[in-house]
């Protein structure tokens, strides 16, 4: 009943003309990333609420609504299994971590990976070996991939760094330019609480990374060390 109830509110909150926005922003057309995603038009504040207001969903529902063909339930799906991951323990924590990876291919744009996979995959793997991070990084897939390196905000809020420049390295050249964004939005961070750790990766890389990934990398740098690395001349 709890999923029931669930859906009916999702199809209560939509909006159609949130949903046709939604549509072009996420790049839902042929070709582009999103392509086929189906969107309601429930905005992520709403989402939000309803894991407030159904405490007693759990992994079941969880699992059933990450793999709906629509947006807003599979990002619905997620946030509630972040919220179980965060009062349950080890071993929940454990089959929740997995369930995740083995539903990756319906975490399927980059607001699904970014409102998860810290809280999940990176708060899992924070004290265990960091192995299944670099399979990720090596996937063909493009979420996988994101996955891999967005997990790493929850090392950078420990001031653990190591493992989101090992994964940036291995990412480098990617070809997607929404890689070239979290690979850079992460170099942020670090240098946002260790400008020295982040400009020893840049100076020997800069000149080689693609210029998304540079400029989200530098974009808070004080404007004449920014306008010198983006002319070379670092």
Do not use: C
Not at 83 to 106: C, M, P, Q, V, W
């Amino acid at each position: 009943m709890t999923l029931q109830n669930i859906r009916q509110k999702l199809q209560m909150l939509g909006n159609k003309e949130d949903a046709a926005f939604h549509q072009r922003f996420f790049k839902t057309g042929p070709g582009e990333y999103g392509e086929g995603d189906v969107f309601l038009g429930v905005r992520v504040p709403e989402l939000r609420k309803l894991v407030k207001q159904y405490p007693d969903a759990g992994l079941k529902e969880a699992r059933q609504l990450l793999t709906s063909p629509l947006h807003e339930e599979r990002l619905l799906g997620l946030l509630i299994l972040v919220r179980e991951f965060s009062r349950e323990n080890d071993g929940a924590k454990k089959r929740i971590y997995e369930l995740y990876l083995a539903k990756t291919r319906h975490i399927n744009n980059w607001d699904l990976v970014d409102s998860s996979a810290e809280h999940v995959v990176g708060a899992f793997l924070m004290d265990k070996d960091k192995a299944p991070l670099y399979q990720l990084a090596r996937s063909d897939s493009l979420w996988e991939r994101r996955i891999a390196i967005m997990a790493t905000f929850h090392f950078i809020k420990h001031m653990a760094f190591s493992e989101t420049l090992k994964i940036s390295k291995i990412l480098l050249q990617d070809e997607h330019d929404l890689i070239h964004k979290a690979v850079g939005w992460m170099l942020r961070e670090i240098g946002k609480r260790d400008m020295q750790t982040e400009e020893k990766f840049l100076k020997s890389r800069y000149g080689r990374m693609p210029r998304t990934m540079l400029r989200y990398a530098i974009e808070k740098f004080p404007e004449p060390k920014r306008q010198a690395y983006l002319k070379g001349t670092i």
